[in-house]
């Protein structure tokens, strides 16, 4: 990660991130629909755990209470750039989804700038489906996942065409996708 980002640039460069690269290249084939219908909520982060923990808890809470909400973007512009201590986060606020009773209703899913899969190299395209401008926890409805599945033809397929995809596109295409979602930033 370089510098830190003003918020607003944090929330435009994850929000050009959705658009350009998740639905873009048809990463998520349920993202568009709540990117139409401007359903997704970006908030920005900043501090230690316990601060990103709290704001899961109350990202949770705000889900609870407005159904105009489909999906939240946690978004950490300054903080849990090494991703090992982005993994740490992760565990805590996968365990933040029991202590709160909220396992079964909302779902964790993690991108980072420099997200691994655990049986990948570091330099395998395929670790592009995961990485994004900053580390972000995303926040989705269960329900809403187990009904768009229902519905969709081989769902299994997914995880699948992202791997071929961002292989084929490799790493140079890729991070540059990445790249060009930092506002204000020479390319």
Avoid at 1 to 8: F, S
Avoid at 60 to 73: G, H, P, R, V
Wanted: aromatic share 8%; proline share 6%; charged share 20%.
């Amino acid at each position: 990660m370089t510098g830190h980002a003003t918020d607003q640039n944090a929330i435009e460069a994850t929000r050009h991130w959705v658009v350009e690269v998740v639905v873009g290249l048809n990463l998520c084939p349920f993202a568009k629909r709540e990117v139409q219908r401007d359903t997704i909520a970006y908030q920005v982060v900043h501090g230690d755990s316990q601060a990103a923990l709290e704001a899961l808890l109350n990202a949770c809470q705000q889900l609870d209470n407005d159904s105009s909400i489909e999906t939240t973007l946690l978004i950490f512009p300054t903080d849990f750039g090494d991703f090992d201590d982005y993994l740490d986060l992760l565990a805590m606020a996968d365990h933040m989804l029991d202590y709160g009773g909220y396992r079964g209703i909302y779902q964790l899913a993690s991108f980072h700038p420099d997200y691994c899969f655990a049986e990948t190299s570091p330099d395998d395209p395929s670790n592009y489906t995961n990485r994004s401008p900053y580390p972000v926890l995303h926040l989705i409805r269960e329900a809403s996942i187990e009904r768009v599945l229902a519905r969709y033809p081989d769902p299994d397929s997914i995880p699948h065409n992202n791997v071929t995809l961002t292989r084929e596109r490799g790493n140079q295409a890729m991070q540059a996708l990445i790249d060009a979602c930092h506002p204000n930033r020479a390319q």
